[in-house]
C-alpha cells in the first residue's frame, strides 16, 4: 500500500516568509511524529499526534513553530516568520499506534531552504 | 532527557569485511534500541532493533548487541556489500506511552567493492 508521502519535497522560501509542510500518514495509522533532520545531524523530535491531539510538542524549537492534524489524518507543519536556520529536512513518520511495539514508517521528507 | 553518542561518523570497508558501529546512551531506564538505514536523498528505514531485556539479535546479515551495565548496543553487518552503503542512526527510547526515540548523529559506512 501506500507508504507516508509529504508534500512539497522541495521548498524554497526568504526569511521572514510562512510556509506550511504536508504528511499524509500511512492509512488507519493513529500515530504521527514530525523530526527535523540538519545535515550530518539524526532526525531531532518536534511534535508527536496521536489522534487529532498534540501528545507531546516539546521538542517545538520556540513559538514559530506550530502542528495541527484536525481530522486524526493529514498533519501540516507551520512556520512563521522563517530563518535561515529553519533550513534543514523535515520528516513526518506514522505508525500504527504509539509505543515501541509499533514501527514508525517514515516519509521521505520535505527539505527546506530559508534565503 | 537521553542523550545519544554514535561512533565512527565515517566507516570505509571493503566487500567482504564486516562493519561495526558503536553507540552508547545516557538514561538507564531507555529500553528500546531501534537502528536505521538511510540511503542517499532517502527516508530512515527500520532495519533491526532490541528490547533491554534481550543481548543480542540477528537478522541475516546484521545483528545488534546491547550492553546494559556499560549503556552501549552496536550494529554488526557482515560480509558487507556495495549496497550497504548509507547512513546508519541508532536511537534509544526511553519508557513511556509514545514512542520518542533519540537519534544519535549518524555513521556513514561506504563499502567499496
Known amino acids: 500500500g501506500a507508504g507516508v508521502s509529504q508534500t512539497p519535497s522541495n521548498k524554497v522560501t526568504e526569511k521572514g516568509k510562512y510556509v506550511e509542510l504536508r504528511c499524509d500518514p500511512i492509512s488507519g495509522h493513529t500515530a504521527l511524529y514530525w523530526y527535523r533532520q540538519s545535515l550530518g545531524q539524526g532526525p531531532e523530535f518536534l511534535i508527536y499526534?496521536?489522534?487529532?491531539?498534540?501528545?507531546?510538542d516539546s521538542g517545538l524549537p520556540n513559538d514559530r513553530f506550530f502542528a495541527v492534524r484536525p481530522e486524526g489524518s493529514v498533519s501540516t507543519l507551520k512556520i512563521q516568520r522563517t530563518e535561515r536556520g529553519d533550513s534543514a529536512v523535515y520528516l513526518c513518520?506514522?505508525?500504527?499506534?504509539?509505543?515501541?511495539?509499533?514501527?514508525?514508517?517514515f516519509g521521505p521528507g520535505t527539505r527546506l531552504t530559508v534565503t | 532527557g537521553e542523550n545519544v553518542e554514535q561512533h565512527p561518523s565515517t566507516l570505509s570497508v571493503q566487500e567482504g569485511d564486516s562493519a561495526v558501529i558503536k553507540c552508547t546512551y545516557s538514561?538507564?531506564?531507555?529500553?528500546?534500541f531501534p537502528w536505521y538505514k538511510q540511503e542517499l536523498g532517502k527516508r530512515p528505514q527500520l532495519i533491526i532493533d532490541i528490547r533491554s531485556n534481550v543481548g543480542e539479535k540477528k537478522d541475516q546479515r546484521i545483528a545488534v548487541t546491547l550492553n546494559k551495565t556499560a549503556k552501549h548496543f552496536s550494529l554488526h553487518i557482515t560480509e558487507t556489500q556495495p549496497e550497504d552503503s548509507a547512513v546508519y542512526f541508532c536511537a534509544a527510547k526511553e519508557p513511556g506511552g509514545s514512542y520518542i526515540p533519540t537519534f544519535g548523529r549518524g555513521t556513514s559506512l561506504i563499502v567499496h567493492p
Open positions: 513518520a506514522s505508525s500504527l499506534a504509539e509505543g515501541a511495539n509499533y514501527e514508525q514508517y
Open positions: 499526534f496521536q489522534g487529532t491531539g498534540a501528545a507531546d
Open positions: 538514561d538507564s531506564a531507555s529500553n528500546y
